[in-house]
C-alpha cells in the first residue's frame, strides 16, 4: 500500500489548493492511502536555526507528529497557493524544520527520506501564465536536494474561495495527475 501525505498550507480555510488537490486526490492510484496534515491550522511553531548553538532536539508535540507523517509517507504532496511568486508561509516553515531535523542524527531524517516523491498542487490568482514557475522551481530544487524524485505540479487558476473548480484545465489534469509522474 503506498502511503500518501498532503500536505495543504494556505492559511485561507477551504481554499482553492486545496479544493484542488482534494480534486487531485480523488484520482489516486489503486492501493494508496491518503493521510492529511493542515500546516496552517494549528500553526506549526516558529523555526529557530539551531546549528551554531548546540544543535537540535529531535522534535515534540505537533512537530513529531508531523516528522512521523512525513517519515511513514511514500509520497508527499504539497498543496499551496501561490504567495509572491513562492511557497505560501506554513509550507516554508516545514521545510525550514526539516533542515533543523537533517541535524538530528536519531531522526535519520535525510536517509529516510531519500527516494520519495515531492509533488507539487498549486493555485494561483495571477493569470498570467508563468507565475507560479518561481514556486515550482523551489520544489524541484528542494526534491533533488532532498535526494527525493519529483513527481510533477498540478497548477490552477483561482482567487475567491472555490474558484479553482471552474477551472476546466486543472481539473482534467487532476484525473490523471498522479498516474504519471515525471520522474
Not at 533543523?100 to 531519500?114: C, D, I, K, S, Y
Request: glycine fraction near 10%; charge should be neutral; hydrophobic fraction near 50%.
Amino acid at each position: 500500500m503506498t502511503n500518501w501525505l498532503f500536505l495543504p498550507c494556505s492559511t485561507r480555510p477551504n481554499g482553492n489548493s486545496l479544493a484542488l488537490a482534494r480534486a487531485a486526490a480523488a484520482y489516486l492510484p489503486a492501493g494508496g492511502r491518503a493521510e492529511w496534515f493542515d500546516l496552517a491550522t494549528p500553526a506549526l511553531p516558529r523555526f529557530a536555526d539551531l546549528r551554531a548553538s548546540g544543535g537540535h532536539a529531535a522534535p515534540a508535540g505537533r512537530l513529531a507528529e508531523l516528522a512521523a507523517a512525513t517519515l511513514a509517507a511514500d509520497e508527499l504532496v504539497i498543496a499551496s497557493p501561490v504567495y509572491w511568486y513562492g511557497l505560501a508561509g506554513p509550507g516554508h516553515e516545514m521545510l525550514d524544520h526539516w533542515s533543523g531535523w537533517l541535524e538530528v542524527p536519531q531522526m535519520r531524517f535525510a536517509a529516510t527520506m531519500r527516494g520519495k516523491r515531492l509533488w507539487l498542487i498549486s493555485v494561483r490568482a495571477d493569470p498570467t501564465h508563468g507565475s507560479q514557475a518561481p514556486l515550482e522551481d523551489v520544489m524541484r530544487r528542494t526534491a533533488r536536494w532532498m535526494g527525493l524524485r519529483f513527481g510533477g505540479a498540478l497548477h490552477g487558476l483561482g482567487d475567491a474561495p472555490g474558484e479553482v473548480l471552474r477551472d476546466a484545465e486543472a481539473l482534467a489534469r487532476a484525473r490523471g495527475f498522479f498516474a504519471a509522474p515525471e520522474e
